[in-house]
């Protein structure tokens, strides 16, 4: 049974920075892809970033690119989520998936595992 649990979140000023965590439990880390995910108030969840499973490969959500960056330590089965410059429009819960394909990318259908989400506040 494949575990994720994020933390980092809270509440910070536009303009400003936060990483996201995601330890992940269960499974040998490097055989998952991971995501992150965010959902807003009344808002549909939303792609915002992938990395492969030896970190290869990421991808991004247009909507972040250039402010974001996605990694992963998989020596402590950990991956990240660096935010800068963000944005009101950045506040939601922040969601941490994986999946066993090699890349799950941008959809959230290709995910088998997810975290229980981070709180995200930006005050403008």
């Known amino acids: 049974q494949v575990q994720l649990v994020e933390s980092g979140g809270g509440l910070v000023q536009a303009g400003g920075s936060l990483r996201l965590s995601c330890a992940a439990s269960?499974?040998?880390?490097?055989?998952?892809?991971m995501g992150w995910f965010r959902q807003a108030p009344g808002k549909e969840r939303e792609f915002v970033a992938a990395?492969?499973?030896?970190?290869?490969?990421?991808g991004y959500a247009d909507s972040v690119k250039g402010r974001f960056t996605i990694s992963r330590a998989n020596a402590k089965n950990t991956v990240y989520l660096q935010m800068n410059s963000l944005k009101s429009e950045d506040t939601a819960v922040y969601y941490c998936?994986?999946?066993?394909?090699?890349?799950?990318?941008?959809?959230?259908?290709?995910?088998?595992?997810w975290g229980q989400g981070t709180q995200v506040t930006v005050s403008s």
């Open positions: 990395i492969s499973r030896i970190g290869g490969s990421t």
């Open positions: 269960g499974r040998p880390f490097s055989s998952l892809a």
């Open positions: 998936a994986g999946t066993g394909r090699y890349y799950g990318g941008g959809r959230s259908t290709e995910y088998d595992y």
